[in-house]
Nanobody, 115 residues
Framework: QVQLVESGGGLVQPGGSLRLSCAAS????????MAWYRQAPGEQRELVAA???????NYADSVKGRFTISRDNAKSTAYLQMNSLKPEDTAVYYC?????????WGQGTQVTVSS
């Protein structure tokens, strides 16, 4: 059974940085695509970044050049390094693991960018 646990969220000032982590249990991490989504109040959940098993990445236009997704298969952990944070990055950030037709979600971690 797969479980995903996010951590690293918090309150940060505009221009600051945070690194989110997503620790996965189970045995399929290394062959799965990992992704980060976010959902702001009153908004739909949106894809922020994704990384395939072959470490190909893609990003939402709004975060390109500021956010970096990575993975450590030995630790079964995915990361999202967020730099130059803006108030509009405020949201609950969710980790998602995808493998074939299966998808698993974490519980989310709150990121608030405010002065």
């Amino acid at each position: 059974q797969v479980q995903l646990v996010e951590s690293g969220g918090g309150l940060v000032q505009p221009g600051g940085s945070l690194r989110l982590s997503c620790a996965a249990s189970g045995s399929i991490f290394s062959i799965s695509t990992m992704a980060w989504y976010r959902q702001a109040p009153g908004e739909q959940r949106e894809l922020v970044a994704a990384i395939t098993r072959g470490e190909m990445t893609n990003y939402a236009d709004s975060v390109k050049g500021r956010f970096t997704i990575s993975r450590d298969n030995a630790k079964s952990t995915a990361y999202l390094q967020m730099n130059s944070l803006k108030p509009e990055d405020t949201a609950v950030y969710y980790c998602k693991m995808s493998y074939l037709s299966r998808a698993y979600w974490g519980q989310g971690t709150q990121v608030t960018v405010s002065s």
